[in-house]
């Protein structure tokens, strides 16, 4: 994850976008349908975390978006545009799956909303993602990095990504490469630190579990052996007898590791 500077930067290219793909009505197949008419104020919506480890991102997000719109003069053509921030976080937590589902139907209910920015974990637009669809809101994310979001393959679950979209049309759009290109950075990095070696710990989430295997998978075709992906429960502490039971592998597995 990178600074907030470039949060901001993709705040407002997202908006930018959404603008571009809801506020003039885009012809053709999959294009989203426009604002009815008679509306004179549209809606964009956010999803994003006020809570837990990544409020600082999302407050700066939510920033780019207002900066967005003060140099748009808060329009769009003919339409008044209002921004409504909606909080997917839990007070002393992360994002939840509860608080997504209800911000996401509330947009999805207004027929004002042409645009929802958001949600900012892969797991929470796992979750908004069909609602929205759904109701045909085009939906960007300025983080969001699982696979199976918007295709198949490696770091995708069965049934990924076509359980997103009921519609059959794509209404979501990521800002930043998948987890695809950072897996494959990762192993290259391990490679020059001349790791023979890989144990991962994932957190069991759409994003962590989706990284991990796309990552073990690079890693054995690099040659590096694969021992373990373990899953932990990242709400409990002490995982200091399973670090060292898997080094106690790494080490004892060295010889017999296929790459040097």
């Known amino acids: ?68 719109l003060r140099e748009r003069r808060g329009r769009a053509g003919r ?26 139907r509330r947009a999805a209910d207004d027929a004002a909303a042409i645009a929802y920015i958001g949600d900012f974990e892969s797991g929470a637009t796992a979750v908004s993602l069909p609602i929205l ?16 979001l918007t295709r198949r393959g490696a770091g995708a679950d069965e049934g990924e990504p076509f359980k997103y979209y009921p519609t059959g049309r794509r209404t979501y759009v990521r800002l930043v490469p998948r987890d695809t290109a950072q897996g494959a950075v990762l ?13 991962a710990f994932t957190d069991g989430s759409v994003y962590g579990n989706g990284l991990a295997r796309i990552v073990a998978r690079n890693a054995e075709r690099a040659g590096v052996l694969v021992l373990e992906v373990v899953t932990v429960d990242p709400s409990r502490s002490g995982y ?20 040097r």
Do not use: K
């Open 133 to 148: 669809n759904q109701a045909g809101v085009p939906q960007v994310s300025p983080s969001n990095t699982a696979v199976g």
């Open 240 to 259: 200091a007898d399973q670090v060292r039971r898997l080094l106690a592998r790494c080490t004892g597995s060295r010889r017999a590791s296929p790459w």
């Open 79 to 104: 339409f008044r545009l209002r921004y409504v921030a909606l909080d997917d976080a839990l007070p002393g937590s992360g994002w939840d799956a509860g608080t997504v589902q209800r911000n996401a």
């Open 1 to 68: 994850m990178t600074g907030s500077g470039s949060s901001v930067r993709w705040a407002a290219c997202a908006l930018a976008a959404t603008l571009v793909a809801a506020g003039s009505g885009c012809g053709g197949e999959n294009a989203t349908p426009g604002p009815p008419s008679g509306l004179r104020t549209l809606r964009i919506y956010s999803g994003l975390p006020r809570h837990g480890p990544y409020r600082s991102h999302a407050l700066a997000v939510e920033a780019g978006i207002r900066l967005a």
């Open 187 to 199: 192993v290259g990095l391990m490679r020059r630190a001349r790791c023979d070696t890989l144990a």
